[in-house]
């Protein structure tokens, strides 16, 4: 006969916290180390674009809420470490 381990009704260990979308910033900017940021100007002419396929890629029910956590972390993340352009002064 098998001896399973008893059955645990009591408290078990604590699950792990869900991650804050600072967390998910934080690691969208690890995975970017070594990769050139757009530019503000880059980053807003094709964000249209990339916010529509994100929202298809929703409604056609092919990602789940932590790939839309983090693909919008990953947003961020480039909004906020978008380089300025210079501009020239005449």
């Known amino acids: 006969m098998e001896t399973h381990?008893?059955?645990q009704a009591g408290a078990t260990a604590a699950p792990e916290p869900d991650p804050t979308t600072d967390d998910l910033v934080a690691?969208?900017?690890a995975n970017h180390q070594g990769n050139p940021y757009e530019t503000g100007e880059q980053l807003l002419t094709r964000l249209p674009g990339r916010l529509?396929?994100?929202a298809d890629q929703v409604l056609g029910g092919k990602m789940n809420a932590g790939e839309v956590d983090y693909a919008l972390a990953v947003l961020i993340d480039s909004i906020e470490n978008a380089p300025a352009?210079?501009?020239k002064m005449h």
Do not use: C, E, I, T
Request: no cysteine; aromatic share 8%.
């Open 27 to 29: 690691l969208a900017h």
């Open 85 to 87: 352009v210079a501009r």
């Open 52 to 54: 529509r396929a994100l």
């Open 5 to 7: 381990p008893p059955y």
